[in-house]
């Protein structure tokens, strides 16, 4: 039971963020860019923190909380129309901003490419709104809702929430 109230608490806490975040994006085509980022900058920290928290994926897996060829239904329903209009709109939206160079994986890769902080902020979006999706359908086991975020952290919108992050940091440190 206490592994079940900590996994409700983990959920319920991180669905609080993934919630503001999430409301930003929906409402981007609302407010200007200055908006949209001073809003989404502080959430970004705060979800990386709350993600690597979270037990990793094999974690659950080892323990068979969430059986290994067992796929996850996709409650968000997105469509790649959906993906492409977001990240036009964000696009549109941050102007100049959008793109920014940097190192793919600074453990491996010399060479600079290029990335863009629309593509950065949709994906993420879609990642967490599908975990979210997950939890207020209320058919899963808290563990698989906490394995789908950090799974998809893990594997995805991890490494586009820190490219972000970076990006941002530095264009606000010009800025200032």
């Given amino acids: 039971m206490e592994d079940s109230t900590n996994e409700i608490e983990i959920i319920e806490r991180f669905a609080v963020l993934v919630r503001q975040f999430c409301s930003v994006i929906e409402d981007a085509s609302n ?3 200055a908006e949209i980022l001073s809003r989404v900058y502080p959430l970004l920290p705060r979800l990386i923190d709350q993600a690597i928290a ?25 469509t790649h129309e959906e993906r492409w209009s977001l990240f036009q709109l964000l696009q549109e939206k941050l102007e100049d901003w959008d793109r920014y160079s940097e190192v793919f994986d600074p453990a491996r890769d010399m060479d600079a490419i290029v990335g863009s902080l629309a593509d950065d902020l949709a994906d993420t979006y879609f990642d967490l709104k599908e975990g979210l999706a997950l939890q207020e359908a209320g058919e899963t086991e808290p ?11 893990d ?6 929430a820190l490219s972000a992050l970076r990006s941002l940091y530095f264009r606000f440190r010009e800025n200032s």
């Fill in 143 to 153: 563990s698989r809702v906490i394995w789908e975020w950090r799974f998809s952290f």
């Fill in 31 to 33: 407010l200007n860019r």
């Fill in 54 to 78: 979270m037990p990793r994926a094999e974690e659950a897996e080892e323990t068979d909380e969430v059986e290994s060829d067992e796929v996850l239904p996709r409650k968000s329903g997105s």
């Fill in 155 to 160: 594997i995805h919108w991890g490494e586009h």
